[in-house]
């Protein structure tokens, strides 16, 4: 039981070839039972080959996670000093493929839409990657997200658009906030 807030930068989108470059900053306010020894993130992205991990660190310090569940699930050790508040950053990209074929499609590139849900990884418990698409089991959390687009690129989310500002390389960039949503 966790109380969570993820901060998520999409810094390069491209829907054409499914393709995203992101940074998440997961931050741990509070450990409300106990302090685990590792925590556990569902990626189904990974799970399908879509999810190309840069790097993780705890507490600034580079780690190295463990893997399960074919690739979907990653590890992460906790040191036995930790304490809340506690951050985590981790920096990936997806590459995502075509329509997919069962059609529910909630991650996948078709025609001219680039769907990414559940594209990111978040804390969650050790379950097996799930073939029929099934969501993962997060807690809700409060995010705060930015989205650096091209102009008039349309897209859909959760939360609120809180502002937005013009960048100087031509793209516009969205700032997101949403409460006890997952």
Same mark, same amino acid.
């Given at each position: 039981?966790?109380?969570?807030?993820? $901060?998520? +930068?999409?810094?390069?989108?491209?829907?054409?070839?499914?393709?995203?470059?992101?940074?998440?900053?997961?931050?741990?306010?509070?450990?409300?039972?106990?302090?685990?020894?590792?925590?556990? #993130?569902?990626?189904?992205? &990974?799970?399908?080959?879509?999810?190309?991990?840069?790097?993780?660190?705890?507490?600034? &310090?580079?780690?190295?996670?463990? #893997?399960? *569940?074919?690739? &979907?699930?990653?590890?992460? %050790?906790?040191?036995?000093?930790?304490? &809340?508040?506690?951050?985590?950053?981790?920096?990936?990209?997806?590459?995502?493929?075509?329509?997919?074929?069962?059609? #529910?499609?909630?991650?996948?590139?078709?025609?001219?839409?680039?769907?990414?849900?559940?594209?990111?990884?978040?804390?969650?418990?050790?379950?097996?990657? !799930?073939?029929?698409? %099934?969501?993962?089991?997060?807690?809700?959390?409060?995010?705060?997200?930015?989205?650096?687009?091209?102009?008039?690129?349309?897209? !859909?989310?959760?939360?609120?658009?809180?502002?937005?500002?013009?960048? $100087?390389?031509?793209?516009?960039?969205?700032?997101? +906030?949403?409460? *006890?949503?997952?």
């Amino acid at each position: 039981d966790l109380d969570l807030h993820y $901060a998520l +930068h999409i810094s390069e989108l491209s829907v054409s070839r499914g393709y995203v470059l992101a940074s998440e900053l997961v931050t741990i306010r509070e450990f409300r039972d106990f302090v685990p020894d590792v925590l556990y #993130w569902q990626i189904p992205a &990974a799970g399908y080959g879509f999810f190309t991990l840069h790097s993780v660190t705890l507490a600034g &310090a580079p780690v190295q996670p463990d #893997w399960l *569940n074919f690739g &979907a699930t990653m590890v992460l %050790d906790l040191p036995d000093d930790v304490a &809340a508040p506690v951050e985590i950053g981790i920096d990936f990209q997806l590459d995502v493929g075509g329509p997919e074929a069962d059609g #529910w499609g909630y991650l996948a590139v078709d025609a001219d839409v680039l769907r990414l849900g559940y594209c990111f990884p978040q804390i969650s418990d050790d379950h097996p990657f !799930s073939v029929t698409l %099934d969501p993962s089991y997060t807690r809700v959390a409060e995010f705060d997200v930015m989205l650096d687009l091209d102009a008039g690129l349309e897209f !859909s989310h959760s939360g609120e658009v809180t502002r937005s500002e013009q960048l $100087a390389d031509g793209l516009v960039r969205y700032y997101l +906030h949403g409460e *006890n949503i997952r």
